[in-house]
Nanobody, 123 residues
Framework: VQLQASGGGLVQPGGSLRLSCATS????????ITWFRQVPGKEREGVACASSDYRTTDLADSVKGRFAISRESAKKAVYLQMNSLKPEDTAVYYC?????????????????WGQGTQLTVSS
């Protein structure tokens, strides 16, 4: 499935932003979606996951209480709502899809990736 990540930008600390992961395919409902982020020189980190059965959402400890992941079936999209942003949230954010009901944050579990969208948190 082809994915398109969008919504990144420059935000001040404490601000909010919503990222979108969308597809032109028929549906995203049969895919578990995870948002990853990566900074230069570091491994890609799983941030948030929404399972294909709509039963599970997982968040990394570093973003719990600040980020939320949601799905909108009719729009074939998954969103990452980011609040109380910190400079350490600065990264390129990717969405990825796997055709399995269980959440995962292992990059090797995913075979479909969006192109990445840059988030910069800075004053």
């Amino acid at each position: 499935v082809q994915l398109q990540a969008s919504g990144g930008g420059l935000v001040q600390p404490g601000g909010s932003l919503r990222l979108s992961c969308a597809t032109s395919a028929f549906t995203l409902d049969s895919y578990t979606i995870t948002w990853f982020r990566q900074v230069p020189g570091k491994e890609r980190e799983g941030v948030a996951c929404a399972s294909s059965d709509y039963r599970t959402t997982d968040l990394a400890d570093s973003v719990k209480g600040r980020f939320a992941i949601s799905r909108e079936s009719a729009k074939k999209a998954v969103y990452l709502q980011m609040n109380s942003l910190k400079p350490e949230d600065t990264a390129v954010y990717y969405c990825a899809a796997r055709k399995h009901y269980r959440c995962s944050v292992r990059t090797t579990d995913f075979d479909s990736w969006g192109q990445g969208t840059q988030l910069t948190v800075s004053s």
